[in-house]
Each structure stands twice: as C-alpha cells, then as structure tokens.
C-alpha cells in the first residue's frame, strides 16, 4: 500500500476507536480503555490532532488510585461482551477500574510527545499537571512492588505485564491454586477462535489472582507479600527505567532539579539490578520468580526489551540484537514474542510466539538508541509488510498472517510512527 493511503486507513481506525476522551482497543472484543493502550495510542493520534493525544492520557491518569497505581482498565460504559468487567474485579473505584497495572510507558511517551509538541505552551501547561501523577505512578511501583528495596519490581498477575500468557509465566503459574474460583463464562473465545487465546487451566489461575487480591480489598501495601505469584519481568522493569529517565529529563526542563535528581538516581540503582536477571547461557534476559529465587527458564521477547533501557554492556546489547535476527530466521517475520526454537513456541497463540508492533516499535527505539540501527531498519520493514494483511492484533510470525481482533487501535498507532517517526 502506498505511504499515504497507508497513514490514511491507519488514521481511519484511531477515529473509528475513539470514544471521545479515550479510545479502545478494538470492538468488541476490548470495549474499554486499557493503560499501555493507550498511551501509545497517543503517539499517532499527536500525528492527527495534537490536542487530542494529551486528552488520552489524561483521562487514564483521572482513573489513578489514591496510591498512585493506574489501572490496566477503565470500565467507563457497561458492556457485557467482556470478562472479567466490574463485578469481578469489584475495586469500589467511583469510575470502576480493575485493580492491576500495565507496562508505565506513559513517561517515555510524554517525552515524545512533548520532543515533537506543535503548541508548546499548551503542551508544556499540560505536562506540568501529568508529570506529577506519573512520578506518583513510578513511587507506587518501588514502594510496592519492590517492599525489600532490590531495585526491580515484581508483577503480581500475568496480565500486568501486558504479555498476558507469555511462556514465561507457566512455572509461576502453576505454584497458584486453581480451587474455590467462583463459576465463569469466557468471552474472548466468542470473539477470537480459542487456539489463539490462552488455555483454559491459566485463565482459572489468572482468576484465582484476582479473587485473592480482591479479598485482600485491594490493599496494594498487602497485596505483594500475600501474593503467591510474584515474578520480575525484565521487559517490564526496562520501560519503568526507560519512562524514568524520560520523566528526569522532562523535570529537568521544567526546572525541577531535584525530583530530576531523585528519579535519575533510582533509575541508576534499578539499571544495575537489572543486570542480575542476564543469562550467559540464553544470551539474553530472563525472568526471576521471587517465590521460588530463581530465574526462569524462558526465552521470551520480554528479555529483549531491556534495549530500550540501553541496558547491560554493548556485548550485551548486541547479543540482543543478535537474537532478534536469529528469532526471525526460523520464520519471515520480525520480532517473534518467544524462541521459536524453545519446544513450547506456538506461532498463533497470541504471547507464546506472535509478532507485536507495539514490541516491535519499543525494541526499535532500543535499537536505535543501543547503535543497532540496521536491525531496528530490518523490524521496521517486517512492521511495514506484516500490516498489508490488515490492521491485526498480533502476527504470525512464519506466514505474516494477521489474527486475534481486527482493526486494532495502537497497531494503527504503530504504523503511523513507522511511517511519520521511523526510529532509525
Ligand atoms: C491483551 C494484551 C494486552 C493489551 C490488551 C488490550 O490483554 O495482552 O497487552 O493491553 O489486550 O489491547
């Protein structure tokens, strides 16, 4: 497709999923708005209407916690065709939210966002009321999910890290009970055949989580001790180092020298954390399950990610680069969410091996940033050829075939940062 008509049919789905203050994912099969969502959904639509992108932020972080979490859902209109919705979750929010958290790219974002502002008065107003919610956001996540001062933090629920049923959460998985969960009726597999979705023995877990947490009253200052799944995501914890750089900075120009100062050193301190989660032996990063003291024996594209974070050493960085082109020369298509050459790769079940554009573009501005241009090139032209089957969910990464939902809010987004804001 040409670049226009391209920008153009990817401009046509942000509008068609906007609901005025926030978008959603896709229809039906994701009817609210969803955190990382988004605020990389922000990024295209600053392509089209700059005025609007902020506004999509915003109305995540009015849906923040009094502790500072901001929810990976905000259930702003009933609609049944989703589970678990409200009376699951049940957090007693004046807006219902779900009570778990996404992937904080929303720093790393503002800084785009603020790098390429038109009106940059308008922007500059409207950054300095987000900028403090965001910090709050950050403090949260050291404050509690980090209560022995390590330096990573720990996910409590698979579905926080975004990836929600990668391979990498099995092992953890297994070690939460599966008993006394109350009676329920899936609905993603009415919108998505079920061989691309997660099981059904790790959706009853994904519950028992949640109905733990929620009789706990989602006391977050409880919730990680009590919690029988605590595992620490290294993708996850190089957007929080990544996001909190990119909140320094944007102090830093807002003159606030000291909160610039306090959010560089802990980024500090969490960069060399993050170094204890490589592995010589997989040549990348790896997951540690905090339950059990161990790292995980899984090689997924979460242990790629720490590039964004320009992580590790440039050895390092370009084993990282290096695995990306190996992951892609099993199939077509870059970057595969799993080893494919790890037995349990399933290249159509949505974290265990399909490709992402939202992970492909995290790890192309790593890659950029980390003196791997060329291969950050390579992802992009994969991006670019994936999307001639359609506006997708995620992708297979063998045959490019789209699957999951359709017409999908931040793959559109994506796109219109390939094609606007190439990273290399
Ligand atoms: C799925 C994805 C998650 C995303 C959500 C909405 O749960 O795993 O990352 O935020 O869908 O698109």
Partial sequence: MASQDLFNAAAEILAENDRGTYTVPTKG????????????????????????????????????????????????????????????????????????????VAGLVLRLLMRRAKDLGTCTERLRTLLPKVVAWHDWFYRCRDPQGTGVIALLHPWESGRDNSIDWIDALMNVPDDGIDPYVRRDTQHVDASQRPTKAEYDRYLYLVQHFRSLGWDNEKLHDASPFQVVDPGFNAILIRSEEDLAHLADELGMAELAQRLHTRAEKARVALETLWSEEAGQYLCFDRKKGALVDSRSVGGLLPLLAKAGTPERQAQLAERIREWRSKGKFSVPSHDPADPRFESKRYWRGPCWLIVNYLLTLGLADCGQGEVAREVVDDSLAMIETGFAEYYDPISGEALGGGRFTWTAAMILEFLRSPPA
């Fill in 29 to 104: 099969l994701y009817p609210f708005q969803w955190n990382w969502d988004s605020c990389l959904t922000a990024l295209g639509q600053q392509k089209i209407d700059e005025a609007r992108a902020w506004t999509e932020i915003e109305t995540l972080f009015a849906h923040q916690w009094p502790d500072g979490m901001v929810p990976h859902i905000i259930f702003h209109q009933h609609d049944d065709g989703y589970f678990p919705g409200p009376t699951v979750w049940k957090t007693g929010r004046p807006t219902d939210t779900s009570g778990i958290t996404q992937p904080p």
